[in-house]
C-alpha cells in the first residue's frame, strides 16, 4: 500500500517534470500570435531560417515547422501567414532625436528645398499665417543641395521677411540662418567676438555678421522659440516609427523628456522601446535623483549621458588633425579643452555611466578614445560599453582601438551615401580612406551599432541597409560600384548592425536583437526577401507587418 502510494507519487512528478520542462510538452501550450509559413530569420548555428514562430506572454516560446507550432494555436491565438515572406528581428535605430524628428514632421520642413528661393518662398507664406513680428522658425534648410552650394545669407531673408525675425536650422542641427532682424534682436553686431566652439561667419570685407551661426554661436540668439508639446511630439514620430519597421530605438532625450517617455510607457501607448540617453551635462543631476545607466525595464530604459566633443563637417566644426582640404585655414572646434574633456569622461565613467561621445573628426575621435581609454585604466573597469557616436573620419592608427578597448562605433550608413562627394572635396581623397570604415571596424571585432541621426536624415532602416551594403548615393547611385568599395558590408552584416548591435549598445542582446527561443517577440515582416534581392530593390521594400513584444503594432490588417 505504503510502495503503491510512492510509486504513484513519483509517476506524478515525474510527469509533473515532463510537463514543465520538456521541449515536447512546452510545444503544446496555447500562443498568443502565431507566424506561420514564413522564412524567419534565425540565423542560429547551421539554422539560417525557421518556418514558423510562436508568441506567448510578449516572448517567442517556440520555433520550428508550421506543423509543429500549429499545435499552439487555439482559438484566441492570432494567426499570421506570412506566405513565404521575410521575417527578421526588428529594426533598432541607435541614434536618432526622436522628439525633435516627430516635431520636424510638424514645423516648416525645409529638407526637400533645392534653392533659396524655394526657402523665400515658404518663409513668405508661413509670415501670412503669423501675427504681426512673430518669429519664423523652420529646419532641415540644406545648403550643399543648392546651385553651387553656397551659404546663403542673411539678405536672402531680409528680402521676404525684414519684419519678422527668422531662425532656420541646418539639416545637422550644427549652425543656423538667420536674417538682420534676429541677429540685431539678438545684439549680435560686427563686434560681437566668437564664442568658445562656435563661429559667426561674417562678411571678410566689413566683418558684419553674414546671417549663418555656427555650434554655440547660435546660442547666442535671444528669441525663444516656439512652444512644442514633446508628448504629441512622439506620438507623431511613434506613428512613423511602427510602419518603418522599427522595434527600439536610442534617442537623445532629456531629464524632462524621460518623464514623457515614462508617462507614455505607463499608459502602454509607447509602441516601440526606447533607450533614452541624457546630456553629460545633467550628470550632477541624474547623481543626485539616482538616475542610472540601465534603468528601467523591456520598454523605457535610462541609456548612456551623450558628451560631444567636436561639430560636424559641413559646418567645418569637425575636428581635425590635419585642415579642411578646401579649407586650409580650419581644423574645426573642439566643445572643451583637452585635459577638461577627459576629466568629464572620468567622471561619468567613475560613476559607472555609460558614455556615448559624438565624434566626427579624426582628432574628436582620437581624444574619445583617450579619454575611455585613461577612465579605464584608472579604474580597472572596462564594462561600460562606451559609444562614439558618428566616427565619421577615423585615423588609420585608430581604427583598431575600438575593438581593444570594448568602444561600439555608433555610425550612420546614411551619412556616408548622402555626404561622400562632398565628403571628399573637403578631406581630400587620401584621408577619405578613413571615412566610415565600417567593414575595418567590424572585421578588427568592434560592435557596430547603426541608426540615421534621424531627423538628419529620414528614418527609414531600408536607406542604411541599402547604403550599407553598396556605399552609393540613394537618389543619384553614385559612385557606381560604391564609394571606396573595399568597406562595404554584406546585407546579413549590415541586418545585425541594425538588430543585434544596437542590442548589444543597449546590453541587452540577451533578449533581442535576434530571433530565439526566450527572446521579445520583435519582429519585422517585409514585402520582399532582402537577404537575396539586388541591392536597389532594399529602397523599394516594404514592412508588412511590425511586432512589438508579440503585439501588432503596425500590419497589413
Ligand atoms: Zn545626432
Redesign the pocket.
Known amino acids: 500500500m505504503i510502495i503503491g502510494r510512492r510509486k504513484r507519487l513519483l509517476l506524478l512528478s515525474f510527469f509533473l517534470f515532463c510537463l514543465l520542462f520538456s521541449p515536447g510538452c512546452r510545444q503544446k501550450e496555447i500562443a498568443d500570435l502565431v507566424l506561420i509559413n514564413g522564412q524567419i530569420f534565425v540565423a542560429d548555428r547551421s539554422v539560417d531560417f525557421a518556418e514558423a514562430a510562436a508568441v506567448r506572454g510578449g516572448r517567442i516560446v517556440s520555433l520550428g515547422p508550421t506543423e509543429t507550432v500549429r499545435r499552439q494555436i487555439s482559438p484566441s491565438t492570432r494567426v499570421i501567414d506570412l506566405t513565404g515572406k521575410l521575417a527578421l528581428p526588428g529594426f533598432i535605430d541607435a541614434?536618432c532625436?526622436f522628439a525633435s524628428g516627430g516635431r520636424s514632421l510638424a514645423g516648416l520642413t525645409l529638407r526637400e528645398a533645392k534653392s533659396v528661393e524655394a526657402i523665400q518662398k515658404m518663409v513668405a507664406a508661413k509670415i501670412k499665417e503669423l501675427p504681426e513680428g512673430a518669429p519664423v522658425f523652420g529646419s532641415e534648410f540644406d545648403h550643399t543641395l543648392f546651385p553651387g552650394a553656397e551659404w546663403p545669407t542673411k539678405e536672402d531673408l531680409d528680402k521676404v521677411s525684414p519684419r519678422n525675425p527668422v531662425i532656420l536650422e541646418r539639416v545637422d542641427g550644427h549652425s543656423v540662418w538667420v536674417n538682420s532682424l534676429a541677429l540685431s534682436l539678438s545684439g549680435i553686431a560686427a563686434k560681437t567676438p566668437d564664442p568658445f566652439g562656435g563661429e559667426i561667419s561674417r562678411n571678410p570685407r566689413t566683418g558684419e555678421p553674414s546671417g549663418i551661426l555656427k555650434e554655440a554661436a547660435a546660442r547666442l540668439l535671444k528669441i525663444p522659440p516656439p512652444a512644442s508639446n514633446a508628448e504629441e511630439d512622439i506620438r507623431r514620430a511613434l506613428k512613423l516609427a511602427a510602419r518603418l519597421g522599427l522595434t527600439g530605438i536610442h534617442t537623445?532625450s532629456t531629464l524632462e523628456e524621460l518623464e514623457t517617455y515614462r508617462k507614455l510607457a505607463s499608459s502602454g501607448q509607447l509602441t516601440l522601446r526606447v533607450y533614452a540617453w541624457l546630456p553629460i551635462q545633467d550628470i550632477d543631476a541624474c547623481l543626485s535623483q539616482g538616475i542610472k545607466t540601465g534603468q528601467g525595464d523591456e520598454m523605457l530604459r535610462v541609456g548612456f549621458l551623450k558628451a560631444f566633443i567636436d561639430g560636424t563637417v559641413s559646418s567645418s566644426t569637425a575636428l581635425l588633425f590635419e585642415p579642411f582640404s578646401d579649407e586650409p585655414d580650419k581644423r574645426g572646434e573642439a566643445q572643451y579643452a583637452e585635459e577638461d574633456f577627459y576629466e568629464l569622461v572620468g567622471q561619468a565613467h567613475g560613476n559607472g555611466y555609460q558614455v556615448g561621445i559624438h565624434a566626427i573628426g579624426d582628432k574628436g575621435i582620437h581624444w574619445a578614445l583617450n579619454a575611455i581609454e585613461r577612465a579605464q585604466k584608472e579604474t580597472g573597469k572596462n564594462g561600460l560599453r562606451h559609444r562614439i557616436?558618428h566616427a565619421s573620419l577615423i585615423h588609420p592608427d585608430d581604427a583598431g582601438r575600438f575593438a581593444s578597448l570594448g568602444v561600439i562605433a555608433s555610425m550612420q550608413p546614411t551619412h556616408c551615401t548622402t555626404d561622400l562627394v562632398y565628403a571628399e572635396k573637403r578631406f581630400g581623397t587620401e584621408r577619405c580612406r578613413g571615412a566610415y570604415i565600417w567593414k575595418t571596424l567590424a572585421d578588427s571585432g568592434a560592435v557596430l551599432a547603426f541608426g540615421t541621426?534621424w531627423p538628419?536624415e529620414p528614418l527609414d532602416p531600408m536607406r542604411g541597409l541599402y547604403s550599407a551594403v553598396t556605399r552609393q548615393n540613394i537618389v543619384s547611385g553614385d559612385p557606381p560600384g560604391g564609394w571606396f568599395p573595399e568597406q562595404r558590408l554584406s546585407i546579413r552584416e549590415a541586418v545585425r548592425y541594425y538588430t543585434w548591435g544596437p542590442a548589444y549598445a543597449s546590453f541587452e542582446e540577451n533578449i533581442k536583437g535576434t530571433i530565439r527561443v526566450g527572446n521579445l517577440a520583435d519582429f519585422v515582416v517585409l514585402s520582399d526577401n532582402i537577404l537575396e534581392i539586388e541591392p536597389a530593390r532594399i529602397l523599394e521594400t516594404k514592412v508588412l507587418y511590425t511586432v512589438v513584444g508579440g503585439e501588432v503594432v503596425f500590419g497589413a490588417d
Do not use: L, R
Request: charged residues 35%; proline residues 0%; glycine residues 0%.
Open positions: 541614434h532625436h537623445s557616436e541621426d538628419v
